[in-house]
């Protein structure tokens, strides 16, 4: 009869190791004045966050994760290739102006959640630090009859970090991430230097 007693009682301490995944609503700040809006932009990622408690119940940890994003930007810049270095202008009229991004992003979280030993339908706040390694990118030009491509453009930021905080119950979750680096690294179009940074709302899907 012992042997078959569950041996996780409540209050037992646990940890919730998760797979994420998250479907993302992109948008652009701090950008200059004279530049469109981000329109449709938009991103997914997937990755793993391990769990470390800091309290005996479990109701508070910090997790550490690795995984991939990719994002699609709508966006108003043109880029030219002078004696090797990325020149950026502004042009509002073409048909189609995207950025591709691929990431390997490095989450940082700490966490509150209402769960216990045996609850897995819960309130959580997550909030944290996201790491982003940009691998790749590319700036997608189509001007109605040709399609020009930038790749892995040199004034990208190869390493940008924000804030995250991320609210929900059960599954679903929302999240939103502020960056705080801007997107490119020394550019200017025509004088003013273009300081834009990437804000993201996200449906947020935490899997056990």
Do not use: C
Not at 18 to 37: E, L, M
Not at 95 to 114: D, Y
């Amino acid at each position: 009869m012992y042997s078959q007693k569950d041996s996780l009682q409540l209050g037992d301490r646990y940890a919730e190791d998760q797979i994420y995944a998250a479907i993302t609503f992109n948008q652009f700040y701090d950008k200059p004045a004279n530049i469109k809006g981000s329109g449709f932009s938009y991103g997914f990622s997937i990755g793993f966050m391990k769990d470390f408690i800091l309290n005996k119940t479990g109701s508070v940890a910090i997790a550490l994760g690795t995984g991939y994003g990719y994002d699609s930007f709508n966006h108003g810049y043109t880029i030219s290739n002078v004696g090797g270095d990325a020149i950026f202008t502004i042009d509002g009229t073409l048909p189609s102006n995207r950025m591709l991004v691929h990431n390997i992003e490095f989450p940082l979280e700490l966490r509150w959640r209402t769960s216990t030993a045996t609850e897995y339908k819960f309130w959580r706040i997550y909030a944290g630090v996201k790491i982003n390694y940009n691998f790749s990118n590319t700036f997608r030009f189509y001007n109605g009859t040709t399609t020009d491509n930038y790749r892995n453009v040199s004034r990208f930021n190869k390493w940008q970090y924000g804030l995250t905080l991320s609210v929900g119950r059960g599954l679903g979750n929302v999240q939103m991430f502020y960056g705080l680096t801007p997107m490119l690294a020394n550019a200017t179009s025509g004088t003013p230097v273009i300081a834009t940074k990437i804000l993201k709302f996200s449906m947020m899907f935490y899997i056990l």
